[in-house]
């Protein structure tokens, strides 16, 4: 079994206008910005650096001349365009900082299209949210947390909600929810902790059960892909831990051009599925698992991992259930428990997997 993090790090770093105690509030907050929002390509010519009056901060202006505000995050993106590093640029003073941009967007690099996402609000200055490829594919965040709307109501009423704590139903509020939007990024995680998959010998002999969840992430902005996280688990902590995740599948789709085409295709109807799988399915391949006999454990593990990582397999699931490997559901158990100790998120989600596909035997 495994313990994801990724909802607790949300949980301890969003200030609170970050965070949203039903998936309607939040959509609505996504409808406004995006309403506001205006995306175009502009040549890297056609753009300049200007600093501010008080010479205290940086406006990016456009073919027109005008300058608005560039976020911290966009500011980044347009630094690595020009191949400076930002870190170094938001040391210097503004107008030594905006003539080592315009110096690289119009000397030392070759004219590339830029596409821009800007916000302009009404009552403030308008703001650059990301300068990406001119092809970058964006799937916006409304659409994303509409799409979970539609399949699972509004987060706090349906089967898939904000989860509890260790397993008992809260109220939801800013400090305990698990539904966040900033300006880079959308996460949420629901699950259905109701209506639990029973299983037969659980853990050392003993009977339990697991709960059904997800995560969702997106970006508007270019800060990281659209991922779909669905797990089984044991419960979730005060702090927003995932504790005893087994069957951890990933969908991720980057923000290439066909990334709104692939969202409906792929990511939509994987959502949908999951809303209407039936636990009496994923039970029984849990059971067809837990008695399909392994006649040569250290050959099978070793056939899909390697010797070495085999052996560690092994161990690590004596160390979790105080017996060897006997199962298709054990060596799925023991390979999920040698995953915490991979260090590297990618590569152990990546594992995780793996380990899952050993169920899928278990009905082949």
């Known amino acids: 079994m495994s313990t994801l993090t990724e909802a607790h790090k949300q949980w301890a770093s969003r200030p609170a206008e970050e965070r949203f105690t039903t998936l ?8 406004a910005d995006r309403a506001i929002s205006k995306a175009k390509v502009l040549s890297s010519r056609d753009l300049s650096a200007v600093p501010t009056d008080d010479n205290q901060g940086l406006l990016i202006a456009g073919p027109g001349g005008r300058g608005i505000g560039i976020s911290h995050w966009a500011f980044g993106q347009l630094s690595s365009l020009v191949g400076a590093p930002a870190s170094y640029l938001r040391e210097l003073p503004p107008p030594v900082a905006a003539d080592c941009l315009n110096f690289g967007l119009k000397v030392t690099r070759d004219a590339q299209d830029v596409g821009i996402l ?10 650059i949210k990301a300068a990406t490829g001119p092809r970058y594919g964006r799937v916006w965040n409304c659409d994303v947390i509409g799409a979970l709307i539609d399949r699972f109501g509004d987060g706090q009423t349906g089967n898939f909600r904000v989860p509890g704590i260790r397993g008992n139903r809260v109220d939801v509020t800013k400090a305990n929810t698990t539904l966040y939007a900033g300006d880079r990024d959308c996460f949420v995680f629901l699950a259905d902790e109701v209506n639990r998959l029973e299983i037969h010998n659980r853990r050392d002999g003993r009977p339990g059960s697991l709960a059904r969840g997800f995560f969702v992430s997106n970006s508007e902005v270019g800060f990281s892909a659209l991922k779909v996280r669905t797990f089984l688990f044991d419960f979730v902590c005060e702090n927003r831990i995932v ?12 923000h ?3 990334a709104p085409h692939r969202f409906m295709e792929e990511v939509a109807p994987a959502l949908m599925e999951y809303a209407r799988s039936s636990a009496k399915g994923i039970e029984e391949t849990i059971k067809h698992a ?5 006649d040569k454990v250290e050959a099978f593990l070793a056939s899909r991992f390697g010797p070495r990582v085999a052996t560690r397999i092994q161990h690590a699931h004596m160390l979790e259930e105080g017996r060897p490997i006997e199962t298709l559901w054990d060596a799925t158990t023991g390979a999920t428990a040698y995953a ?3 260090p590297w998120q ?5 594992f995780e997997s793996l380990a899952g596909d050993i169920l899928e035997l278990a009905v082949a």
């Not at 309607?24 to 409808?31: A, F, G, I």
């Not at 800007?118 to 703001?127: E, G, H, I, R, W």
């Not at 504790?243 to 980057?254: F, K, M, N, T």
């Not at 990618?346 to 990546?350: D, I, K, M």
Request: hydrophobic content about 35%.
């Open 346 to 350: 990618s590569e152990r989600v990546e």
């Open 118 to 127: 800007a916000q302009c609000p009404s009552d403030s200055l308008p703001m």
């Open 243 to 254: 504790w005893g995740a087994d069957q951890v599948e990933e969908i991720s789709i980057r």
């Open 24 to 31: 309607t509030e939040m959509h609505s907050k996504m409808l």
């Open 290 to 294: 837990q008695a399909s006999k392994i």
């Open 340 to 342: 915490r100790s991979i």
């Open 256 to 258: 290439s051009a066909s």
